[in-house]
């Protein structure tokens, strides 16, 4: 059974950094594309960063939400079936629950990974605060 565990969100300073973990079971992780998405209170859920996998021609790449992009880095271990988002320079408007989502990989990814319904797999998330 396919199952996605993440782990590592807390409450953190702005300007701070936080690391966190998606742990993949039930499924070879070198075959899925994987992406970070983060809900706030109110708010639709939103794809900040994906790592699409190399099964495919166009993979072996990362993309970012504009809001994002500089100070995330998202990477993935296939040998650990893990996944990691790394968050820099965090801001109160980062604050929010943070999903991981995995699907089979495909040639469309790059255009179509924001869509939160192509994703058949989710984890529970792990929350985020930025806050003094």
């Known amino acids: 059974q396919l199952q996605l565990v993440e782990s590592g969100g807390s409450l953190v300073q702005p300007g701070g950094s936080l690391g966190l973990s998606c742990a993949a079971s039930?499924?070879?992780?070198?075959?899925?594309?994987v992406a970070w998405f983060r809900q706030a209170p109110g708010l639709e859920r939103e794809g900040v960063a994906v790592?699409?996998?190399?099964?495919?021609?166009?993979?072996?790449?990362?993309y970012y939400s504009e809001s994002v992009k500089g100070r995330f880095t998202i990477s993935r271990d296939n040998a650990e079936n893990a996944v990691y988002l790394q968050m820099n320079s965090l801001q109160p408007g980062d604050t929010a629950m943070y999903y991981c989502?995995?699907?089979?990989?495909?040639?469309?990814?790059?255009?179509?990974?924001?869509?939160?319904?192509?994703?058949?797999?989710w984890g529970q998330g792990t929350q985020v605060t930025v806050s003094s």
């Open positions: 039930g499924f070879t992780l070198a075959d899925y594309t």
């Open positions: 989502a995995a699907k089979l990989a495909s040639v469309w990814d790059p255009w179509n990974w924001r869509d939160r319904t192509a994703y058949n797999d």
């Open positions: 790592t699409i996998s190399n099964s495919v021609g166009n993979g072996g790449i990362e």
